[in-house]
């Protein structure tokens, strides 16, 4: 197919339908509003269903109904859109069901402003509501890769049968670029599976629910979903290495788009023959713990540049079990930090290090 | 650089607004016309009517118009940073041709963000105005004649107005090819035989403008500087703006433009 031009809010809803998506429940809000403004038009098209729900907590709540009789089905929305679905993320996880949530996140906390941001990645990946759950978290750092990323996310979580993360910021969602839609294999219909409620006449009845009022059987449910993510964070853990072959005093960790404009100040600083490493997690759960360590290794500290106020640090810790310093830089609320920020930050931790 | 043969085109009509699908590069093109129309020694002003979309929109670039002598007009403040329907009360003026003065709205994207001219439709009646739809072929929805018919009709239903050209803006940023600017143009052509509307001219970045194959095209050429950068590409040499806040790029940042 040739290459199309697209922002990345409108990529996110063809490669859903790529995916084999043609449900989408959500509502809009700067910067997403592209995605149900794209997909209202599209899904007609292909024989889909596009609903504009009454608010966030009504979509949540119409995509566990969705997924919950085996439709491969898609929300997304923006950071506060986000937290409104809280409740109804836990019930998902809590039913196993197979969705795919997008969050284009903008600057917080509160109403916050409109401006790109990267400051929910704790909540993507710590604490997006009650309970023991996990979500498997994906951050693409461009539109082609928010595509394979989309697509990826509905493959994960019908591997899994769990809800899957696409966080990308508000740029990622608003800015054009040119991508491929990949040929897709998409797997038979959900409605197929075992769990799915799709009547049952002739065979015994099912049930997709969260409640379980028996605390050993509640017990249970916690550690075969914990059982589930050790799996997932032994098989599917994805990340990008920039510049990491060879000596390197300092190592960036970036997300996001983010990561792109510290390549730039990567090449930047190569030109003057500064060799800088790169990490770049694009799972940013399941963390890819045991790679970051050993790009930290060769490093004598550590660069940790976001677009919030330092959120995925203690990943990084975590990561180098404290063995190594780690120097932060951010901006919040809607201000990206450019190449030049970057590169005199990284000449700061340089300076640390005694170079 | 060597010079090809085509055309550029050059403003004629007092008011021209830009209209077109999402991403289909209206401020880009309303940009480099204003900057390009200041050069030429005419008064240029530059509205800035997306209120649908808070990114990428045109006061991102109001500095370096400004620079160019181009007057720019936005919401004041903070305002400018919001997704709020605001239109400031200088835009009614700009409805009313001035003598050596020429006006570029640049609108919304879709229908939606052209339902904000249909409040001037009464107040333009009999005044001399172009509505230009721009047409990209690479964007989904206006990559066919009958997206880009549908487009044209929503547009001018919301907008209340006709749409009187059609701006070839065929290209994939960095990707973009001869091929794909005549692929577009092949497009304009079929829609502008379809529709009776002419094509009012064609674009091409940098230096695909002096591809000899647009010389030989029955159009206008208007060449394009990329104005809206992303923020992974390297800056170029600040300016010396020291009104920081205006100067700020919520969405990319801006390079300088025609630098003498």
Same mark, same amino acid.
């Given at each position: ?55 966030? *907590? ?96 509905? /493959? ?17 969602? /608003? ?55 050790? *799996?997932?964070?032994?098989?599917? /853990? ?118 | ?109 879709? #229908? ?33 004649? #009958? ?5 044209? #009709? ?107």
């Amino acid at each position: 197919m040739a290459k199309v031009l697209m922002k990345g809010n409108e990529a996110i809803g063809e490669a859903a339908i790529r995916a084999g998506c043609i449900h989408f429940f959500g509502y809009p809000i700067t910067p997403q509003s592209e995605v149900p403004e794209y997909l209202a038009k599209r899904l007609p098209e292909v024989g889909g269903v596009f609903v504009q729900a009454e608010s966030e *907590v009504a979509a949540s709540n119409m995509i566990y109904g969705a997924a919950g009789v085996g439709m491969r089905v898609l929300t997304t929305s923006s950071s506060p859109g986000i937290s409104l679905m809280a409740e109804g993320v836990s019930y998902l996880a809590g039913a196993e069901l197979p969705v795919v949530i997008v969050n284009i996140m903008r600057g917080g906390p509160g109403l916050g402003g409109i401006l790109p941001s990267q400051g929910d990645y704790l909540q993507a990946t710590k604490g997006m509501a009650h309970g023991d759950f996990d979500l498997i978290v994906l951050a693409p750092s461009s539109v082609q890769e928010a595509v394979d990323l989309t697509i990826r996310a509905f /493959q994960l979580a019908e591997k899994y049968r769990n809800p899957v993360m696409v966080v990308g910021d508000g740029m990622i969602g /608003q800015m054009m670029e040119p991508v491929d839609f990949p040929e897709v294999e998409v797997g038979p219909p959900l409605a197929a599976d075992d769990w799915a409620l799709t009547g049952c006449e002739g065979r015994s009845p099912r049930d997709v629910n969260s409640l379980f009022l028996d605390a050993n059987d509640l017990h249970n449910h916690n550690v075969k979903l914990k059982d589930k993510f050790a *799996v997932i964070t032994e098989n599917e /853990q994805e990340w990008e290495l920039y510049s990491c072959e060879g000596e390197y005093d300092v190592l960036v960790t970036s997300f996001g788009m983010m990561a792109r404009i510290c390549k730039t100040a990567i090449d930047v600083l190569a030109e003057e023959g500064i060799k800088v490493g790169l990490f770049r997690p694009i799972t940013i759960k399941p963390y890819p713990y045991d790679a970051c360590r050993e790009a930290a290794q060769k490093a004598k500290r550590l660069l940790c540049v976001e677009m919030n106020m330092g959120q995925m640090i203690q990943d990084v810790q975590l990561a180098t079990r404290g063995a190594k310093e780690i120097d932060f830089f951010g901006k919040a609320g809607g201000v990206i930090p450019s190449v030049e920020d970057v590169i005199q930050s990284v000449r700061e931790t340089l300076a640390k290090t005694g170079k | 650089m060597t010079q090809s043969n085509a055309a550029i085109y050059e403003l004629s009509t007092p008011l021209t607004m830009v209209v077109g699908s999402y991403g289909s590069g209206k401020t880009e093109i309303s940009v480099n016309l204003a900057v390009a129309t200041r050069m030429r020694g005419c008064r240029v002003s530059v509205a800035d009517l997306d209120i649908v979309n808070p990114y990428f929109r045109c006061r991102e670039a109001q500095v370096l118009m400004r620079e160019h002598g181009v007057r720019v007009v936005i919401p004041p403040g903070a305002q400018q940073f919001a997704d709020l329907p605001i239109v400031v009360p200088e835009i009614k003026g700009m409805l009313e041709p001035q003598e050596g003065v020429f006006s570029i709205f640049d609108v919304g994207g879709d #229908e939606v963000g052209a339902r904000l001219l249909s409040s001037f439709s009464e107040p333009l009646k009999g005044r001399p105005y172009r509505l230009l739809q721009v047409i990209n072929s690479r964007r989904p929805f206006t990559s066919t004649l #009958e997206g880009c018919i549908r487009m044209k #009709e929503g547009l001018e239903e919301s907008s209340r107005l006709k749409v009187g050209g059609f701006i070839v803006n065929s290209h994939l940023i960095t990707d973009t090819t001869i091929e794909v600017v005549l692929e577009g143009f092949e497009l304009a052509q079929k829609l502008s035989e379809e529709t009776g509307v002419p094509i009012e001219f064609v674009t091409a970045m940098g230096e695909l403008a002096q591809a000899p194959e647009l010389a030989a095209l029955p159009a206008p050429i208007l060449p394009l500087r990329r104005v809206m950068l992303p923020p992974w590409l390297k800056d170029e040499p600040k300016d010396d703006s020291s009104d920081e806040k205006s100067n700020r790029m919520p969405a990319g940042r801006v390079k300088p433009l025609f630098v003498p």
